[in-house]
């Protein structure tokens, strides 16, 4: 699978868009991306994914670059509830997903 | 629709017992994940299984093992365990398993170990 990268950390202000980026430079054609998250001591949540169109659902919204080197994970309106560590995954074929680091978004009221 | 379901949610053994965890998948999804998640490693794979068969494998040592029964729902087993075995222990569902379908996790199992 693709490496990603990621910062480390973020903050956000409530209310506002949080915009969190990703490259994936090396990710192949049949690679999809993936954004999970992660709220302390529990398992992590499934966001959004899409292989190369943008994609938006009930929680979080999806822009890939048209190279698909890179994509940013947009969360529209920021919650206090919505801190987390985010994680973005290149899954290929191989039936298993690779975490990085991820982010640390930090929203503050 | 319920999610996938862990059991138990808290664990202590101590050196050198066994354990043996178990995960209900969603309904209808036939494809389970283990992850370990540990401070200093972070989320690592550790297996996948599909109508009873073990597809892939992480890089984990025998004393890690698994099994997926008819219905879905898997177990995975640790032999001989050691300290650096405490750690949250992740079961993931998807329909297939394949790179287009989410995996959706429960919310592990925390294995301490004395």
């Known amino acids: 699978d693709a490496k990603t990268t990621q910062p480390p950390s973020m903050d956000c202000a409530e209310g506002r868009a949080a915009n969190l980026p990703c490259n994936h430079s090396t990710i192949s054609g049949n690679e999809y991306v993936y954004w999970y998250r992660q709220i302390h001591s529990q398992g992590p949540q499934y966001i959004i994914h899409g292989l190369k169109n ?22 529209p309106h920021a919650t206090l509830r919505d801190t987390a560590v985010y994680y973005c995954i290149v899954s290929g074929s191989n039936y298993k997903l690779t975490f990085g680091k991820g982010t640390l978004l930090t929203v503050n009221p | 629709k319920a999610g996938v379901t ?109």
């Open chain 1, 54 to 75: 943008n994609e938006t659902n009930e929680m979080a919204s999806l822009i890939i670059t048209e190279d698909r080197k890179s994509s940013t994970l947009i969360l």
């Open chain 2, 6 to 114: 862990q059991t138990p949610r808290y664990l202590i053994k101590t050196r050198g017992q066994q354990v043996t965890l178990s995960c209900s998948p969603i309904s209808g999804h036939r494809s389970v994940s283990w992850y370990q998640q540990t401070p200093g490693q972070g989320l690592q794979f550790l297996f996948e299984y599909f109508s009873e068969t073990q597809r892939n494998k992480g890089n984990f040592p025998g004393r890690f093992s698994g099994r997926q029964f008819s219905n879905s729902r898997s177990e995975m087993n640790v032999s001989t365990l050691e300290l650096g075995d405490s750690a949250l222990y992740l079961c993931a569902s998807s329909l297939d398993g394949h790179s287009n379908q989410p995996q959706h996790f429960g919310d592990g199992t925390r294995l301490s170990i004395l």
